[in-house]
């Protein structure tokens, strides 16, 4: 996150001022809503975490219109005027951002039946494949570019010359093997929805380029570099944390059997084994965000990303780690600690009784998608166990965290308006942690119908007055389904299947446990 323009931040101001009438003196406000308070004095959400995934998912696919070159502002920029909707001149995100969009639109898929936002992933997905891959000859070959220069519609690394002092961009020509981690993934998920051949392609060879490439580690060298230049394989940054992304891909294709799993079963556990040797150990969390200028010390910029995504791809998957509730409480508190702190900006760590997240070392105002995540991770271990405190601590969180969306659905980075308004900390690392904390907390879903979380990928879902009817790609899968009470009925292809009914705020909660395929039929 950097600086908005001054003119823009201006318009951002003056936005504001349009959309909320005056409030009274004595009313704190955040991002111009009106802070609801309950009896303790502590923040509530203004709206509910539905409400805030509707309003976001609506303004991206409706409010950007294309632009002179004939596409979508996020199509070639990270940032937008909150007026306008047109871009600026930072530097570009596609990988990162495209993996994130493609998440939130598959979990908000599940609970809405809104195909918009994943239509919306699908268009940059096919871009990112014709016109944001390296070329198969490349020594990194067949996998994605994780920045690109303001305005292109072609991706291939953006010119780190943009900013004198700042080091902005990855460099042309430059990949973040983390980011090829992460966009495989997403990839590979979409083509468990869809069930098109290419991009199962390009999953497998994001995974075969990862595979080819690993190395051992030690405490100033990462299993992968954090910047490579893809043609030649020369490292331009040796350093990035975030190895569970390359982990997450490793471990899907090797669930589905496909490309060469033996071989990324061993590169998977010689990643495995380097993040438990040193920064589960030293927390030297760094090498993450594409904006940042090369760092040689691992310890120097800091961020909170790669070690919550690592807590929640565990806590999402548990199994896979027998130490995990220890790993899980050891990443939320060093987050916590070190990002929910007091600033030399004036902004203070906890706000409302809200823990609010700053994003890393070099930047920390503290911004909503950082917040939420830590919010939805709070509330995936108050699932796991049992924490009251921890179940509170996600409620203060995500009730702050939903203060950066207008009524309009428009979402700011932070409350400080200069940190701007971008694509990936407005929506796609934005909107999925609300729907991630609905998931571990049905009841936070309200009343509808709603299938809150499931182990597999949704493939169609059809919500109709007291019946939900689904297809996933899996046959065996645990599904979860807030409902207003216990199912009349509830049939896979006909045939009735047990399930577990507990009661949950105003309704109940449904669990199903599947072994067979076919579409799920729910009678409420």
Known sequence: MK????????VASIACRRENPPIAAHTPVLSGHPVQLDQEGKIVAWTSYGEIARLGFHALTTKFPNQPNGKPTYYAHSRFDPVTFEGDGWPHNPAGLNAMLTDSALRWFAYSGDRAPLELARGLLDHQLAHGTTKPTATWASVPYASADAGSLEWKGADDSFCEHCGTGDGPGVIEPDKVGELGLAYLQFYEHSGEQRYLAAAIACAD???KHVRDGDATKSPWPFR???????ARE???AHVIAPIALFDEAARLGVGDVVRYRAARDRAWRWLLAFPMKNDAWSGYFEDIAIKRDPKENPNQYAPLQTAKYLLEHPELDPDVDAHVEHLLDYAARTFAVDTGNGEKGVQFGAEVLSEQGADMWKMGSH???FGALQALWFERTGNAIAKERAVRSLGWATYLTDRDGIVAAAIQRSEGYWFSDGYGDYLRHFVTAMGAVPEWSGARPRLVRTSSVVRAIRYGEGHIAYDTFDA???DVLQLPASPASVTVDGKPVEFTVTPSGSGAVVRIVRTEPGTVE???
């Open 3 to 10: 600086l908005l323009p001054i003119a823009l931040l201006a």
């Open 371 to 373: 917040t939420a995540r």
């Open 228 to 234: 490579v230049h893809a043609e030649t394989g020369v």
């Open 522 to 524: 729910i009678s409420v």
């Open 209 to 211: 380029a990862l595979a």
């Open 238 to 240: 040796e350093y990035s």
């Open 476 to 478: 065996h899968a645990t």
